[in-house]
């Protein structure tokens, strides 16, 4: 190949990544400044960022529908959310969840695995099908509106899968807020000390801000303990998001357009990557907080655009029955972990 003809493919290729990025500027721009609105707003009137953004995203959804912004809203949605997961790994560290001790540790992977079990099962007297089960519980028993992100982006698509995401973010992320008010109420009645009370804030609240909430409102050393558990549950976001794709691909119905789930999602490997990396000290602390902010920022952007991709009725429609299901889990997991709490300590 001549150095012309590289030159011209060269600009080709160039003129074709301007192009692209023209056309998602616009709905990405609009994303940022819906997460950005959530993020000042969540500051000032102690709401989760999380539910904020995505609704004051359903509050303009009419640019997720039409106009300049649908291409960039879409991408926001789907590619930004990807690697927002990915990069969630730089928070995990085996090494200091090591330390916990493995009763402990095998109570809370036995506590996430249990309650995905619970929700697969008990779904259908809920009038609900494996798809949403695995959506509810798995965001319960992870890492709520991350989870639910992650597990739904591994999931056959159909019509209906917009709605239930964005149902299961809102429920997961209410009741996260729920119980960082009631928990701690709780283990004070309970009489729990630092390390329990931290194993149970960790172990049962759905989101990493509400923990961490939860876990430094009674004292630093339950804060760390909290913060810590919640981590390893976090941990198990890959493994579980692995494992569902393989079931996925081998007996789940394919999709209208007969396309199978990836084997193994790259943002998967990715956080399997960071994970590994930065537990074995290979991530300078400076680089692991700059991409774990980067991580929450790349969230908020990709749930602000999710929202605006969202028919706020048809996420309403999903019924009462769905809550009933979302709490029945919740519950589950709750009840989990305190009764391997009272057996183990």
Same mark, same amino acid.
């Given at each position: 190949?001549?150095?012309?003809?590289?030159?011209?493919?060269?600009?080709?290729?160039?003129?074709?990544?301007?192009?692209? $990025?023209?056309?998602?500027?616009?709905?990405?721009?609009?994303?940022?400044?819906?997460?950005?609105?959530?993020?000042?707003?969540?500051?000032?009137?102690?709401?989760?960022?999380?539910?904020?953004? /995505?609704?004051?995203?359903?509050?303009?959804?009419?640019?997720?529908?039409?106009?300049?912004?649908?291409?960039?809203?879409?991408?926001?949605?789907?590619?930004? /959310?990807?690697?927002?997961? $990915?990069?969630?790994?730089?928070?995990?560290?085996?090494?200091?969840?090591?330390?916990?001790?493995?009763?402990?540790?095998? @109570?809370?992977?036995?506590?996430?695995?249990?309650?995905?079990?619970?929700?697969?099962?008990?779904?259908?007297?809920?009038?609900?099908?494996?798809?949403?089960?695995?959506?509810?519980?798995?965001?319960?028993?992870?890492?709520?509106?991350?989870?639910?992100?992650?597990? %739904?982006?591994? @999931?056959?698509?159909?019509?209906?899968?917009?709605?239930?995401?964005?149902?299961?973010?809102?429920?997961?992320?209410?009741? %996260?807020?729920?119980?960082?008010?009631?928990?701690?109420?709780?283990?004070?009645?309970?009489?729990?000390?630092?390390?329990?009370?931290?194993?149970?804030?960790?172990?049962?609240?759905?989101?990493?801000?509400?923990?961490?909430?939860?876990?430094?409102?009674? %004292?630093?050393?339950?804060?760390?303990?909290?913060?810590?558990?919640?981590?390893?549950?976090?941990?198990?976001?890959?493994?579980?998001?692995?494992?569902?794709? @393989?079931?996925?691909?081998?007996?789940?119905? /394919?999709?209208?357009?007969?396309?199978?789930?990836?084997?193994?999602?790259?943002?998967?490997?990715?956080?399997?990557?960071?994970?590994?990396?930065?537990?074995?000290?290979?991530?300078?602390?400076?680089?692991?907080?700059?991409? %774990?902010?980067?991580?929450?920022?790349?969230? @908020?952007?990709?749930?602000?655009?999710?929202?605006?991709?969202?028919?706020?009725?048809?996420?309403?429609?999903?019924?009462?029955?769905?809550?009933?299901?979302?709490?029945?889990?919740?519950?589950?997991?709750?009840?989990?972990? /305190?009764?391997?709490?009272?057996?183990?300590?």
């Amino acid at each position: 190949m001549t150095d012309t003809s590289l030159r011209n493919r060269s600009m080709q290729m160039a003129q074709t990544l301007r192009g692209h $990025a023209k056309e998602l500027f616009p709905g990405v721009a609009v994303a940022l400044i819906v997460a950005v609105t959530a993020q000042f707003l969540a500051e000032h009137y102690a709401t989760p960022a999380m539910l904020l953004a /995505l609704l004051l995203g359903i509050a303009v959804s009419f640019l997720g529908e039409e106009g300049k912004t649908v291409a960039g809203i879409a991408f926001s949605a789907r590619a930004l /959310l990807r690697l927002g997961i $990915a990069f969630l790994g730089v928070r995990v560290s085996m090494m200091l969840m090591v330390g916990l001790g493995w009763d402990l540790i095998a @109570l809370v992977v036995g506590g996430v695995i249990a309650t995905i079990g619970f929700g697969l099962l008990v779904a259908r007297f809920f009038g609900h099908k494996w798809r949403f089960a695995l959506l509810t519980a798995g965001s319960v028993a992870i890492c709520g509106a991350s989870a639910a992100m992650a597990i %739904s982006a591994i @999931l056959p698509r159909d019509d209906r899968s917009e709605e239930r995401l964005i149902f299961t973010v809102m429920g997961v992320t209410v009741l %996260s807020t729920v119980a960082m008010i009631a928990y701690p109420i709780l283990v004070k009645f309970l009489d729990l000390d630092s390390v329990q009370a931290g194993v149970f804030l960790g172990g049962t609240i759905h989101d990493v801000a509400q923990v961490v909430g939860a876990g430094f409102s009674i %004292s630093e050393q339950t804060g760390d303990t909290a913060t810590l558990v919640k981590l390893m549950r976090v941990a198990m976001l890959a493994p579980i998001v692995l494992m569902a794709s @393989l079931m996925i691909r081998s007996f789940a119905e /394919l999709p209208t357009d007969g396309t199978r789930p990836p084997l193994l999602p790259g943002f998967v490997v990715a956080f399997l990557g960071l994970a590994l990396l930065n537990s074995f000290g290979f991530i300078p602390a400076v680089i692991s907080d700059t991409l %774990s902010q980067v991580s929450r920022w790349l969230l @908020l952007t990709a749930i602000a655009a999710v929202g605006m991709k969202t028919n706020l009725k048809q996420v309403l429609a999903v019924g009462g029955a769905a809550i009933a299901l979302i709490i029945v889990e919740t519950l589950f997991i709750a009840g989990l972990i /305190l009764a391997g709490i009272t057996i183990l300590t």
